[in-house]
């Protein structure tokens, strides 16, 4: 799994720039205190400062920072964050460029009690706030069959002020161990507890690097012109034979190492792929797409809208994105938004495609993998059930130093359903690089897909 900060996965914005009077108007009425909808998060804005302070009912404890780049804008590890004034003063609204979604602010007068003094550093205030943030934030534990309450009843009275830390971390791993789920990560330093679903291998640079090799060698030997982009991480072949086009997407970030790896350079790079491979001349003429997210480590959302919106020619909605906001009712949430998908103004392709996809699908490859479900036009899904996780990836600091990694979304079909836990099942079922078919030197899921564009 990929370990973002919280910064990185905290919201997006995605609106013109104001005039500079009244963006300097919102800078002004911006500053102050503000209680985000869900998060558990309060914010301190001013001085040119983005303060984060991470809250539960049993503490409060500072979270991120950014520092202020331009009126409303805030930029840490190359994410820029944006925060604009709602329907009146009190109310605002947050994003991150490589997020989607907007998150609501409402202002407060002052900062919770527990944010003006130190929390307790000992091993049980570190356990009860580790609990505490699964207990408020984490939607999935009735469809896990996980009683919350009684994993705190069972392992707490085993923390005292001698507990060590790798006896705790090793507590904190037990408790969240059963959930399976690739967003759920425990963090000391440099050592890390996460897992993904049973029977599903979570992405890493050598199972990429071995299945890119299979691919390249097996499958597009033949091609007449294939290219890779993106540091790697994108490639594109058109098959022999006046056959489909194929396009592997590993992951929606990482694209360079410009500007510390932001957003903005990483779409830019994406555009330079796309502008390269999406043509006038190869969109008309290629009879199918094969995308292949079989591997794919996701990133960012936005990016996965960005290429939907190069694959139709009408406006449509990708998912609706709502998070937990009720610390005593996992059943309430934030009122869901609708993401958009709106034809780009560049070459489109809008013929049959093909979307492979497997257990090593993950995060933001599941969710465009969702975008493209009410895609207009033909698109189909084969190969296995993707991963299971859509949420941003909350980060909470621990008191004691140590990270605790949850999520606290879900991604909505237009129908309500949501496919955490289980993945996105596809529509033709066929194996995915599993041992007997690298041993056989069989690609079922791809052949299967060219048949399927061929018809």
């Known amino acids: 799994m990929r370990i973002v900060t919280a910064t990185a996965v905290i919201l997006t914005l995605a609106a013109g720039a104001a005039p500079a009077a009244v963006a300097d108007a919102g800078r002004a009425c911006t500053d102050g205190l503000w209680r985000m909808d869900g998060y558990g998060t309060v914010l301190a804005l001013g001085h040119g400062v983005y303060q984060e302070y991470q809250t539960t009912a049993v503490s409060c404890l500072k979270g991120d920072s950014a520092r202020q780049t331009g009126p409303g804008t805030y930029t840490a590890d190359g994410t820029v964050l944006t925060v604009r004034l709602g329907r009146d003063r009190d109310h605002a609204q947050l994003s991150a460029d490589s997020s989607v979604g907007h998150r609501q602010l409402r202002r407060i007068a002052a900062l919770p009690t527990k944010c003006t ?6 091993p049980r205030t570190a356990f009860d706030v580790f ?3 699964f207990e408020e934030n984490y939607p999935f534990f009735a469809a896990k069959g996980i009683d919350w309450r009684s994993v705190r009843d069972r392992y707490r009275p085993r923390i005292h ?3 060590t830390r790798a006896e705790l971390f090793d507590v904190f791993s037990r408790m969240v161990a059963p959930l399976h789920d690739a967003h759920v990560a425990v963090q000391d330093g440099d050592r890390v507890f996460a897992q993904g679903r049973p029977g599903t291998e979570v992405p890493s640079e050598q199972l990429d690097a071995r299945v890119k090799k299979f691919i390249v060698e097996r499958d597009l030997a033949r091609a007449p012109y294939r290219r890779d982009f993106a540091a790697g991480r994108i490639t594109y072949a058109d098959l022999p034979e006046g056959g489909p086009g194929y396009l592997r997407v590993s992951g929606f970030g990482g ?8 957003y903005a350079a990483d779409l830019a790079e994406l555009d330079k792929a796309l502008d390269t491979v999406l043509t006038a001349e190869r969109t008309r003429r290629l009879p199918g797409l094969i995308i292949d997210l079989r591997i794919n480590g996701g990133g960012s959302d936005a990016l996965g809208i960005h290429l939907a919106e190069r694959l139709t020619d009408r406006p449509y909605v990708a998912y609706a994105k709502r998070a937990r906001n009720d610390p005593a009712d996992p059943t309430r949430h934030t009122r869901p938004e609708p993401i958009p998908v709106l034809p780009a103004h560049a070459p489109r392709y809008t013929g049959p495609v093909a979307v492979l996809t497997g257990g090593s699908t993950v995060s933001a490859g599941e ?3 969702e975008a493209l479900m009410d895609r207009p036009g033909r698109t189909i899904r084969i190969g296995q059930p993707t991963q299971g996780v859509f949420s941003d990836v909350m980060s909470r600091t621990l008191p004691n130093g140590m990270t605790a990694w949850l999520p606290n979304e879900e991604f909505l079909t237009r129908t309500g ?10 529509q033709i079922t066929e194996p995915v690089f599993t041992e007997e078919e690298f041993a056989d030197n069989r690609d079922s899921a791809f052949d299967r897909a060219v048949s399927e564009l061929d018809r």
């Not at 694209?255 to 932001?262: E, K, L, M, N, Q």
């Open 117 to 122: 003094g130190p929390t307790p550093t000992d």
């Open 131 to 133: 609990w505490q943030s």
């Open 161 to 163: 002020k001698d507990t």
């Open 255 to 262: 694209y360079t190492t410009a500007d510390h790896g932001s």
């Open 367 to 369: 969710t465009f993998t």
């Open 417 to 426: 359903h949501t496919f955490d836990g289980t993945g996105i099942p596809p």
